[in-house]
C-alpha cells in the first residue's frame, strides 16, 4: 500500500512539472477562491456590525426597517418559546402534585388505616398551604392617606 501512495505522489508530480498551465491555472483558482472568501467575509462582518447596531449610520431606512421587522419577529418567537416552556413546567408540576396527593393517600391508608379528606384541586394547594404555615400579627408604621402632624 504504501509503495503504491509513494508511485501515485511522484506521478502527480511529474505531471504538475510536466505541464506548466496546470500549476499556473491551480494558483489562478486560489487567488481567485481568495478573493471571493475575503469578500464574504467582509460582508459578512458588515452584515454582523448592522445587526449589532454599531453601523447603522451606513444603512438605509429600508435597511433599518427589515432589521426592526427582523427583531419583532425574533422576539415573538423567544416569548412564544418562552411561554411554550412556562406551560410545559406547569402541567410536569401539576402531575407531580397529582402524583404526591394519590402517595399521600396510600400512604394515609396503608400507615393510619384512614382515607384523607377528599378535596378538589385548588382546596388542595389552599389545606396544603394553610397546614405548613403559622400566621402572626405584625405592627408597622405604614399609613395610608395623608398624614395628619
Not at 25 to 33: D, G, S, V
Not at 59 to 78: C, F, P, Q, Y
Request: proline share 2%.
Amino acid at each position: 500500500m504504501q509503495k503504491t501512495m509513494k508511485k501515485y505522489r511522484e506521478h502527480v508530480k511529474k505531471v504538475e512539472t510536466s505541464n506548466p498551465k496546470t500549476g499556473v491555472y491551480t494558483q489562478k483558482l486560489n487567488h481567485e477562491a481568495a478573493a471571493i472568501n475575503q469578500k464574504e467575509i467582509e460582508q459578512l462582518e458588515a452584515s454582523t456590525r448592522r445587526f449589532l447596531g454599531q453601523d447603522i449610520v451606513s444603512s438605509s431606512l429600508d435597511e433599518i426597517n427589515e432589521l426592526g421587522r427582523k427583531l419583532e419577529h425574533a422576539l415573538t418567537t423567544v416569548r412564544a418559546r418562552k411561554a411554550n416552556l412556562y406551560e410545559e413546567q406547569e402541567r410536569c408540576l401539576l402531575e407531580e402534585n397529582a402524583r404526591l396527593w394519590q402517595e399521600k393517600t396510600s400512604l394515609c391508608q396503608k400507615h393510619v388505616g384512614i382515607s384523607p379528606p377528599q378535596y378538589s384541586m385548588k382546596e388542595k394547594d389552599m389545606v396544603d398551604c394553610s397546614e405548613n404555615k403559622q400566621f402572626t400579627e405584625v405592627e408597622t408604621d405604614l399609613f395610608i392617606g395623608l398624614r395628619l402632624s
